[in-house]
């Protein structure tokens, strides 16, 4: 069974930073496209960036890009976000899923609070 | 960025009937790379169809996804009691990949 476990969220203040972490199992990780998604409170999935099976590519929305960064390791079937400037509106939930195009699998997600 | 428009906000709907299901695309959906999603309270959402009318693996039949174009609709047939949750639609045709901002089926 495929499975993905989030890990790092919590509370920050503006302007701080945080690595979020995404381990991986059940699948060839390295064959796979990998994404984060968030999910502000009472709002819709944002789509936040992707990276391609050997990390060659990366893509992002806007809202995020030149803050957020994401890598990955392959030999330890894991995935990262690296938050930085954070801001009051990245407070969410955010997901590791499978997928560059649509997202097959779903972690349960990790909760990140940007607030002083 | 390709915006996407569900409809109706809320359906209010009783087990056993037949839910329909809105995506609108503000340009037109490459090849119908076009996805639904379902969310239940306190859940991740759960993969339903891809390509506009694939089923992902262990989706039962009485969901179905049809359309193209800038037009996408999920049908949901015979609700059961499990159905009832949010749906999105999301676009794969372009980057930054996008989500509507869904559909909430409840019981009425």
């Known amino acids: 069974e495929m499975q993905l476990v989030e890990s790092g969220g919590g509370l920050v203040q503006p302007g701080g930073s945080l690595r979020l972490s995404c381990a991986a199992s059940?699948?060839?990780?390295?064959?796979?496209?990998m994404s984060w998604v968030r999910q502000a409170p009472g709002k819709g999935p944002e789509w936040l960036a992707n990276?391609?099976?050997?990390?060659?590519?990366?893509y992002y929305v806007d809202s995020v890009k030149g803050r957020f960064s994401i890598s990955r390791d392959n030999a330890k079937s894991s995935v990262y976000l690296q938050m930085d400037s954070l801001r009051a509106e990245d407070t969410a939930l955010y997901y590791c899923?499978?997928?560059?195009?649509?997202?097959?699998?779903w972690g349960q997600g990790t909760l990140v609070t940007v607030s002083s | 960025e390709i915006v996407l428009t569900q409809s109706p906000d809320t359906l209010s709907l009783s087990p056993g009937e037949r839910a329909t299901l809105s995506c609108r695309a503000s340009?037109?959906?490459?090849?119908?790379?076009l996805a639904w999603y379902q969310q239940k309270p306190g859940q991740a959402p759960r993969f339903l169809i891809y390509?506009?009318?694939s089923r992902a693996t262990g989706i039962p039949d009485r969901f179905s996804g049809s359309g193209s174009g800038t037009d996408f609709t999920l049908t949901i047939n015979r609700l059961e009691p499990e159905d009832f949750a949010v749906y999105y639609c999301?676009?794969?045709?372009?980057?930054?990949?996008?989500f509507g901002q869904g559909t909430k089926v409840e019981i009425k």
């Open positions: 899923v499978s997928g560059g195009y649509f997202f097959g699998t």
């Open positions: 059940g699948f060839n990780f390295s064959s796979y496209w």
């Open positions: 990276i391609k099976q050997d990390g060659s590519e990366k």
């Open positions: 340009q037109s959906v490459r090849s119908n790379y």
């Open positions: 390509a506009a009318s």
């Open positions: 999301q676009q794969y045709s372009s980057s930054p990949r996008t």
